[in-house]
């Protein structure tokens, strides 16, 4: 019998490093790892204070991989990202210096502090794994995974993130307040010292690439992708929305599901994985009336709604 673990396995491990310093985000967690397994990005935006940077920093010290962090704040530069190009008198010749972008996990916390301009930086990097500069394109590393934090844009001194940065996350979830009993657990935790100090390696990097390539190996049945496709096409004639999701919708939704039927040891998806990631994978990107806001109408209702007006596939 092999040793090797099966995917399953390795997505416990990663899940149960992350769940040794977060107390009762299991479900949040689970989102998380469906994306990073899908090969997207994920905005986790809630209060201040709910856990969203731990767990982002979390999920990089489970995996074998390299990390970086950028504080986003009203100064920062698209160089503080990038990185610049600075000219060496020894060879007369402009050399470029590698951002913090220049990773294989970034978190990118507070990234609605940073101007349009700075969050606009990221653009090219999270659609296509490459850095433009002076004329020459950068190739990013095989494992590039942006976990990105924000307050609720009603929050002093933030810029609401423009509809194409939006579009570019492939999830965005949020932590919420946990229980009376799990807070209880997270002062016991952190009574001493804080447990994320503890977190090591429990997967390699070669494991994560090989996780992501058996990802895209999960079987999806074509009743299934016009299921995808019928969600998705139906947030564009809702009426409380003015832009409805794109195709890039239609894919992050297939590919989040894979991923989570991946994570529950299957080879194929269910019309139960596609409905579990619908609203965190296409609420974000659409954009409602002023007056269906003004109502109290939300994203998330739009895409629950559909989910129960569309019929579900045998």
């Given at each position: 019998?092999?040793?090797?673990?099966?995917?399953?396995?390795?997505?416990?491990?990663?899940?149960?490093?992350?769940?040794?310093?977060?107390?009762?985000?299991?479900?949040?967690i689970r989102?998380?790892?469906?994306?990073?397994?899908?090969?997207?990005?994920?905005l986790l935006e809630d209060y201040p204070g709910t856990g969203k940077t731990t767990m982002a920093k979390a999920l990089a010290k489970?995996?074998?991989?390299?990390f970086s962090r950028l504080q986003f704040t009203p100064d920062l530069l698209p160089s503080d990202i990038l990185g610049?190009?600075?000219?060496?008198?020894?060879?007369?010749?402009?050399?470029f210096h590698e951002g913090p972008i220049f990773t294989n996990i970034l978190?990118?916390?507070?990234?609605?502090?940073?101007?349009?301009?700075?969050?606009?930086?990221?653009?090219?990097?999270?659609?296509?794994?490459?850095?433009?500069?002076?004329?020459?394109?950068?190739?990013?590393?095989?494992?590039?995974f942006v976990i990105a934090?924000?307050?609720?844009?009603?929050?002093?001194?933030?810029?609401?993130?423009?509809?194409?940065q939006m579009d570019r996350f492939m999830m965005q979830c949020g932590l919420g307040y946990v229980g009376p009993e799990e807070e209880?657990?997270?002062?016991?935790?952190?009574?001493?010292?804080?447990?994320?100090?503890?977190?090591?390696?429990?997967?390699?990097?070669?494991?994560?690439?090989?996780?992501?390539?058996?990802v895209a190996e999960v079987r999806l049945a074509p009743e299934l992708k016009r299921y995808i496709v019928d969600i998705v096409a139906a947030t564009r004639k809702a009426p409380s929305v003015k832009m409805g999701a794109s195709p890039r919708a239609s894919l992050a939704l297939m590919k989040v599901a894979q991923a989570a039927a991946l994570l529950d040891g299957s080879d194929f998806a269910l019309p139960e994985h596609?409905?579990?990631?619908?609203?965190?994978?296409?609420?974000?990107?659409?954009?409602?009336?002023?007056?269906?806001?003004?109502?109290?109408?939300?994203?998330?209702?739009?895409?629950?709604?559909?989910?129960?007006?569309?019929?579900?596939p045998a």
């Open positions: 019998m092999s040793d090797t673990p099966t995917p399953r396995d390795l997505f416990r491990k990663i899940s149960a490093n992350i769940e040794s310093v977060m107390q009762g985000q299991t479900g949040s989102k998380l790892l469906a994306a990073f397994g899908a090969g997207g990005h994920v489970s995996v074998g991989a390299s610049v190009s600075i000219f060496d008198p020894k060879t007369q010749a402009f050399r978190l990118a916390d507070e990234i609605n502090r940073a101007s349009p301009r700075t969050q606009s930086a990221l653009l090219e990097a999270m659609g296509e794994a490459q850095v433009s500069m002076d004329g020459t394109t950068y190739p990013l590393a095989e494992l590039f934090t924000q307050n609720p844009v009603e929050f002093h001194g933030t810029y609401p993130l423009p509809e194409a209880v657990a997270i002062l016991s935790a952190q009574e001493k010292s804080h447990p994320i100090s503890r977190v090591t390696a429990s997967v390699t990097l070669a494991e994560v690439l090989a996780l992501r390539r058996r596609i409905r579990e990631m619908a609203v965190p994978v296409i609420a974000h990107r659409l954009m409602l009336d002023p007056q269906a806001k003004f109502s109290g109408v939300t994203p998330q209702a739009v895409v629950e709604t559909i989910l129960k007006e569309l019929p579900v």
